[in-house]
């Protein structure tokens, strides 16, 4: 079938190149020029694994165009995907200024029976509002057509896109109308075939399980880190604990992993329009503020665990940093723990000299021009004669260390780490002091 997507963001990009993948004519649509020449010569914007092959595979059997041409995208498919961004506002709430400018484009140029899909993470309510926007575009023009719009949220991970949009969990998908199930039931066909996975619903509760999934697994992560501070306090290894409720399945290992807070684009955001969301209804989500408050605590600690290290006094001290993305295997900043930690090392005088395997480029984008901050091209370098390692994000590759080397290379044999990657009786008995998150007398 055939099917246009608006935005080649993260989002709209695996979309349509998983779809174009299953058999699907897909087109994308984007209005910024560059982005879209670049897309045409195979040119991935971001860093996510087996995307590039993907994109450039499908284009080449014709399966996947790029446009900016909002005309021909709306002509296009009869499914209509929106996959733009919804940035947050000042107030934390989504920003659907794209999302509804899409909508009166498809307005504008639809001629024919359409399908709008939501796919960006948007507020519950905005189905609604794109319907309005686009039935008010259409009384501009004076003309009637049917169409609707529906739910279809996504639940790709970073760094595991492509594989959670081939074999994820459920396929969510919000509407009433019959012809809309029919015709996302085809377009999922491909990706559907081992078991059902397709859950329709009404699109409210669509657009709420999106949040609810994002909210319940940053909830479980702040919960984890709760407990991994008083396990500190207390002198309670949280490792152990982890193991032990882990074990009960009701409760699980998946996502109980504590560390120094969650970033990325997602959790924090969602959190807080869900929040902001329940606000306006007058309902206080005291929970959801409670998740978000222990997390921005939680990125404080590398620093405060450092300053202790120190006695208060980092003023001129180098500290090596291992890990910049968010997570691994990405190269997105965006709310990393490593810029908390950064930018309250250069508030106390201290230097950073920092290696991520993949997010060099972004974070001399975002803080190339800073004069106490040093890109290394390999983690080792980053280490010899700093005062301090900092990990601050759980890369496979630093896993393996030879402490008593590390010992040897750092002028004082502190570590940090914010992920707890390491056996602490391995490293303290090649005579380094280790600091990691809820391991007892590790402070
Ligand atoms: C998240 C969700 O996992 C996806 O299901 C969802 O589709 C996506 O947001 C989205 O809304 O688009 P993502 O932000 O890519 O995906 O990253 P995650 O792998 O979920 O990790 C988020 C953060 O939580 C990371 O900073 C990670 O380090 C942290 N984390 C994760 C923990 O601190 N502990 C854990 O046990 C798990």
């Avoid at 058999?23 to 879209?36: F, L, P, R, S, W």
């Avoid at 329940?278 to 997390?295: F, H, K, M, R, S």
């Amino acid at each position: 079938m055939r099917i246009t997507i608006f935005g080649t963001g993260y989002v709209g990009l695996v979309t349509g190149a998983c779809l174009a993948d299953a058999g699907h004519e897909v087109m994308c649509m984007d209005i910024d020029e560059h982005k879209v020449a670049r897309l045409k010569r195979g040119e991935i914007p971001i860093y996510e694994p087996g995307l590039e092959a993907l994109v450039t595979e499908n284009v080449t059997h014709g399966r996947l165009t790029f446009t900016t041409g909002a005309r021909e995208a709306v002509a296009f498919g009869t499914l209509q995907f929106i996959a733009v961004g919804t940035p947050p506002d000042e107030d934390g709430s989504a920003d659907l200024q794209y999302v509804l400018a899409v909508a009166r484009s498809i307005g504008e140029h639809m001629d024919a029976y359409k399908v709008v899909v939501d796919k960006s993470t948007v507020p519950v309510g905005t189905a609604d509002r794109v319907h309005e926007a686009i039935a008010e575009t259409l009384a501009g023009r004076g003309v009637e057509l049917p169409f609707d719009v529906c739910s279809n949220p996504e639940f790709l991970k970073e760094g595991a896109a492509i594989e959670d949009f081939t074999h994820g969990a459920r396929i969510v998908v919000g509407t009433d109308a019959e012809r809309v199930k029919t015709l996302m039931r085809e377009c999922y066909a491909p990706y559907n075939r081992r078991a059902e996975k397709l859950m329709f619903m009404d699109v409210r509760s669509a657009e709420l399980t999106k949040y609810a999934a994002n909210a319940m697994l940053a909830t479980k992560i702040s919960f984890m880190n709760e407990i991994a501070n008083l396990a500190e306090r207390l002198g309670a290894d949280v490792e152990n604990v982890r193991r032990g409720i882990g074990s009960d399945p009701r409760i699980g290992y998946h996502f109980i992993y504590p560390g120094c807070g969650y970033g990325g684009s997602c959790f924090p955001k969602d959190v807080q329009a869900l929040s902001r969301t329940a606000a306006q209804i007058g309902y206080p989500a005291q929970l959801l503020d409670a998740v978000e408050a222990v997390n921005e605590r939680q990125k404080a600690t590398l620093f405060a665990k450092l300053k202790q290290a120190f006695d208060g006094d980092l003023a001129g001290k180098v500290v090596a940093i291992w890990g910049l993305a968010f997570k691994p295997n990405t190269d997105d900043m965006r709310e990393a723990p490593s810029r908390a930690l950064m930018e309250a090392l250069w508030a106390a005088g201290a230097r950073v000299r920092a290696f991520d395997p993949e997010a060099m480029e972004e974070c001399a984008r975002l803080y190339g021009e800073h004069d106490d901050l040093t890109l290394v091209d390999a983690r080792d370098e980053a280490v010899v004669g700093a005062d301090a390692l900092v990990i601050c994000t759980e890369w496979k590759s630093f896993r393996t260390v030879d402490f008593a080397q590390l010992k040897q290379e750092l002028a004082t044999p502190v570590i940090v780490d914010g992920r707890n990657l390491f056996d602490p009786a391995a490293v303290r008995d090649a005579g380094l002091l280790y600091f990691a998150v809820g391991r007892g007398d590790s402070l």
